[in-house]
Each structure stands twice: as C-alpha cells, then as structure tokens.
C-alpha cells in the first residue's frame, strides 16, 4: 500500500510502499476511501508544536473508509462498515475525563496521525472503539472533513455559549472555519466572518454571514466593538495577531475560545479590562466521538455544507503548499478511490 510519510521535519513528505498491517485484537482495518488535509497535518510535519511526533510517521486524522478485517475483540463492528478514524484514536476509558464526558482531554489518549499512524495511507489499522460509524448517504468526500473541522468546530461553539440574541465572530474562514460558521448560525447566532483572502470572504458571504471583516484592511477589533462587539469569538486562523483581534473584539462578558495552534502561540491578557469586564478566554480540543455522531447527523439533515476539492495522495506536498499560500478555498480532501 501507498502512505504518505513524514520522514523528518525539514523535508517534503515521501509516498512510500509499506505492508497493510493486521489489525490487533482490538484494532479495525480500514481501506481510505477519503481523507481530509487538516493544518493540524502542516504542523505534525513541521514539529510546530512542544509535543512532537516521532518521525518516521503518516499524518492524517480525517479519514474515512471500509472496515476490511477486525481483530477478535471487536464486537459492534462489521466488516464493510463505513467508519471515521479521528485525532481521538484512542482514550483510556476509565480516567475521571473519559468517565465524565471528556474523553478528548484524557492523558492517556493516542492521537491519529500523530502519535500513531494516521489516515495519509491506502489502509490503516484503529482502535475499534474510537472509530465513529459514518451514517448511510453521507458522501465520504464531505464525511472526512466533518470528522476534525466539524467535530471541532461544533464542539467550539458548543462550549462558547453561542445562541440567539449573541454575536459571534469567527477568525478564519478555512477548512475549520467554514464549518464554525455554520454551525453558530444552526445555534441561532448573529455571525461575523473575518479573513484574509478575497475567496474566504466570498465564501463567508455565500454562507450567510451577516458581517465579512476584511483583516488585510480593516482593524478587526475596532470594526467589530462598532458593532456593539462579540459574546463569543472563536480563534481559527493561524496568526496570533488574530488571536489578539479576535480578544479585542469581545465585548463586556464575553468569551474567547481558542481553537488554532499557531507555533509558540502566545497571548497577553490586560489583567485589569478582563477582570472588570468579565471576559473568559477557554481552549477547546476537538470533540467526543458522540459530538462527530451529532456532526454526521446534522449533515445527512442536509444543515451543513462542506467546502472542498478533491486531490490523489501523491500530491500532497503541492496540497501542503496551497494551504499556506491561501490557495484553498476551504479543505482539501485526498481521494483514494
Ligand atoms: P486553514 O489553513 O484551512 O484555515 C485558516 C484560515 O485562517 C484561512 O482561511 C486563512 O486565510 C485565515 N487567516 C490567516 N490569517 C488570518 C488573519 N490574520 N485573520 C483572519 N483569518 C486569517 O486551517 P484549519 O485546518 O482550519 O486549522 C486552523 C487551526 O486550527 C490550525 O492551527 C490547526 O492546527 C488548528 N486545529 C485545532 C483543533 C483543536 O481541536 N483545537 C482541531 C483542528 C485544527
Ligand atoms: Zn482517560
Ligand atoms: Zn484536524
């Protein structure tokens, strides 16, 4: 089988031939049928982050596939399931954050594409348990972004507190950001769209944004506080300059969730205005596995639309390359069939 590899930080990925693998006693094998290129991807290949991965390793955390083989222990699983293999690959199950709801901040958790074998490759083995079961109709194409940019993008504003008679700024109308917009219009939000290039701004329009901010020309906290300034703001875009705008922007009790992970990302607080004016700034990671069945759910509904172009594996360094130069409309998603 073919996987793209991150051999060393410094250099492109390499497409290699490697065994399909067996699936352990717990594991299923999964044949990719699609799989979504996150930022998350750029930053494992690049060692952005405190905590690396170990290379040689296959990024890859939005992928969607058949279930071929399953190991012994593998009970609700069938042979030909479509299933979803997310950055969750597996928790411990028994920690006080996995028995509460909060599997995602489990310290015993293994993460797909990082720190075990991603989804970057024709086939893949995961833990039978952590793999969501994708709903029928739902196109593999748009279930593969839905499985890290929906999961955690909903899961955002979940947690943000967003609904009606709230003002919302997204920051960032990429593959995550897309999906944040729309999901804080489902919760009955007022929304605003900040980017950076002309086709996000286009895009936030024909989502139904009710204010587009042009970052490159307009000072974002400032035009945002004009309009009475945001409950919620929603960091999404790579740049701690936005992250600082995005903060700027919140009015008097109002919360910023933080959500991109720019390398040595870094934010000051004016201790005296957050205090008096009551503001919350919280970090959200991804989503449960029953947050990515509500994902699945809302789009077989037919309330969200995915954004994306399709690209072959073997491209993945050039896919890289678009991403960072703002080429990409919203995801890009490798086709393997
Ligand atoms: P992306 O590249 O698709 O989107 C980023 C967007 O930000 C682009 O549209 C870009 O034009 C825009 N942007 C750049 N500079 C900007 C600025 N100054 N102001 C406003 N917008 C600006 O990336 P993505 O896949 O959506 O991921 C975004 C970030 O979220 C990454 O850092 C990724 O690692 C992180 N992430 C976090 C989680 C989590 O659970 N916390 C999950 C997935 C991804
Ligand atoms: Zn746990
Ligand atoms: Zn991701």
């Not at 509500?294 to 172009?309: A, C, M, P, S, W």
Request: with cysteine; proline share 4%.
């Amino acid at each position: 089988m073919k996987a793209a590899v991150v051999t060393d930080f410094t250099r492109p990925l390499e497409i290699q031939h490697r065994v399909i693998p067996r699936p352990a006693p717990q594991q299923v094998l999964v044949r990719m049928e699609a799989s979504g290129l996150c930022h998350t991807d750029i930053h494992a290949a690049a060692g952005d982050w405190p905590v690396k991965p170990v290379p040689p390793f296959v990024p890859g955390h939005e992928g969607i596939g058949i279930v071929e083989d399953l190991g012994e222990r593998v009970g609700h699983i069938n042979v030909g399931d479509r299933v979803a293999i997310a950055w969750l690959g597996e928790a411990c199950g028994y920690c006080d954050h996995c028995v509460t709801g909060w599997e995602t901040l489990c310290l015993k958790q293994r993460n797909s594409g990082y720190s075990v074998d991603g989804s970057f490759s024709e086939y893949a083995v995961a833990h039978g348990d952590y793999v969501v079961k994708v709903p029928e109709g739902l196109d593999p194409l748009d279930a593969a972004p839905l499985t890290c940019a929906g999961v955690t993008t909903y899961k955002a504003v979940k947690v943000s507190g967003a609904g009606p008679g709230k003002r919302v700024l997204i920051s960032g109308i990429g593959g995550l950001g897309h999906l944040a917009l729309q999901y804080a219009r489902i919760a009955g939000a007022e929304t605003v769209a900040v980017d950076v290039t002309d086709d996000k701004l286009r895009l936030a329009h024909e989502l139904g944004a009710d204010h587009v901010i042009d970052a490159r020309t307009q000072d974002v906290a400032e035009a945002v506080r004009g309009l009475g300034g945001a409950d919620v703001a929603i960091g999404l875009a790579v740049s701690n300059a936005s992250l600082r705008a995005a903060y700027g922007s919140l009015r008097r009790h109002g919360t910023l969730v933080l959500v991109a992970l720019p390398a040595g990302g870094k934010l000051e607080l004016p201790v005296f205005e957050h205090v008096l004016e009551g503001k919350s700034v919280i970090g959200s990671i991804v989503g449960t596995r029953q947050d990515l069945a509500d994902v699945f759910q809302l789009h077989r509904l037919g309330r969200t639309r995915v954004i994306r172009e399709q690209r072959r594996l073997k491209e993945v360094n050039e896919a890289i390359e678009d991403i960072l130069a703002g080429r990409v409309t919203a995801r890009l998603v490798f086709d393997f069939r």
